[in-house]
């Protein structure tokens, strides 16, 4: 266990960069349920490809600036990415773990053939605003070790015992320093290169004895193996930039917020006649009624609500559901029905009702 440092689960203070509606090319999410994670965590480390992306589209919508090829934030001057990083020469490499995404003509473009390597010279800033962009987050150093150590019996990313045909470390001599994502397997809950290839910045902040300072994990391509090990985490300065720094990015829903459904009729009989189902939906006095996207209401996540009118008064949204596709998946009982939608921040709403349904012929 890590006895160094006490860890606070923060973040280091940054800008937010504004938040875009297309995740990265070739993101490759796995879910996971572990005592000490539950949500998706990206397969691979976060690409030279998926992260020139990002640049090309933060440009493009005026949240970072570029000097030479240093990649700047518009916002409090923060250093995201070095495209001037060199490399190493340590393990047997050439330039390895050098920048590799170019900024030229106005245009981000990755050297060929590195696509698929880890991205280096990514600063904590610059890993973080990329989550930011795209909703994700980086996981705690506590997220990442419990997928790691998978079901608590690995000592490494790679499992019980580490090798250099299982990971890309000290030994495992490749020209460029880092390797393709993947490139030795997936282990665990299908995850690769959690030891080795770069270290990944996570969440956690360090209080003591450097304040500030953020945790990193899993080892990497010029460290020895026993950096790699599940437990082991090291710690930079979140504007540091390295050949062997790099991330991995993790969803995990958020709480919805709990609206207040009532849905009419409370006798719902199947062979009676009519065109609509109606449903009133209320929010907490913390979340507007008129926020509401209107096109993300559903019942039971499959009829969608053809019709809305806010009832401003009452403070309350009327959405009407198709009384024709709602029987059809219903079934005589009492039967409970969600309501969920989306605000217009993307924050997800949700409400419970329950009706008697009932298939009663005339007499």
């Given at each position: ?134 909703g994700y987050r980086l996981p705690t150093e506590w997220e990442w070790q419990a ?49 080795g290839n770069v270290w990944e910045w996570t969440s956690s902040v360090l209080s ?81 009624v008129a926020d509401v996207n209107s096109n993300t209401i559903l019942l039971n ?63």
């Open positions: 266990m890590r006895k160094l440092i006490l860890l606070i689960a923060t973040v280091c203070v940054m800008a937010v960069a504004n938040v875009a509606s297309a995740d990265p090319t070739g993101m490759v999410w796995v879910s996971i349920n572990d005592p000490g994670f539950n949500g998706q965590m990206s397969k691979y480390e976060t690409t030279n490809a998926q992260y020139c992306e990002f640049l090309t589209a933060a440009k493009a919508s005026g949240d970072i600036t570029v000097s030479g090829n240093d990649v700047i934030s518009a916002y409090d001057g923060q250093l995201y990415y070095d495209g001037d990083g060199p490399g190493d020469t340590e393990n047997g490499a050439t330039n390895g773990g050098a920048a590799r995404i170019n900024y030229s003509g106005g245009v981000f473009s990755v050297d060929s053939g590195f696509e698929n390597h880890p991205v280096t010279y990514v600063s904590w800033y610059g890993a973080t605003a990329f989550c930011n962009y795209y997928v790691a150590d998978y079901d608590g019996s690995f000592n490494y990313g790679s499992g019980e015992s580490i090798s250099n045909t299982m990971a890309n470390y000290a030994g495992s001599t490749h020209p460029d320093g880092t390797t393709a994502v993947g490139a030795f397997g997936m282990y665990g809950y299908g995850l690769a290169d959690l030891s003591t004895p450097r304040y500030g300072w953020c945790v990193v994990c899993g080892g990497c391509w010029n460290g020895p193996e026993s950096i790699c090990t599940v437990w082991n985490a090291g710690d930079y300065h979140p504007s540091f930039t390295f050949s062997y720094l790099g991330f991995r990015v993790a969803q995990v829903p958020e709480p919805a917020v709990a609206a207040t459904v009532d849905i009419d009729p409370d006798t719902l009989n199947l062979q009676s006649k009519g065109k609509w189902i109606t449903c009133h939906i209320a929010f907490p006095a913390d979340a507007n996540d499959q009829v969608k609500a053809e019709w809305t009118m806010i009832e401003e008064e009452a403070q309350v949204l009327m959405a009407k559901f198709s009384r024709s596709a709602v029987e059809d998946i219903l079934q005589p009982g009492i039967v409970e029905l969600t309501v969920s939608g989306k605000l217009n921040d993307g924050t997800r709403f949700e409400g419970k009702d329950t009706i008697t349904v009932i298939n009663k012929g005339k007499p």
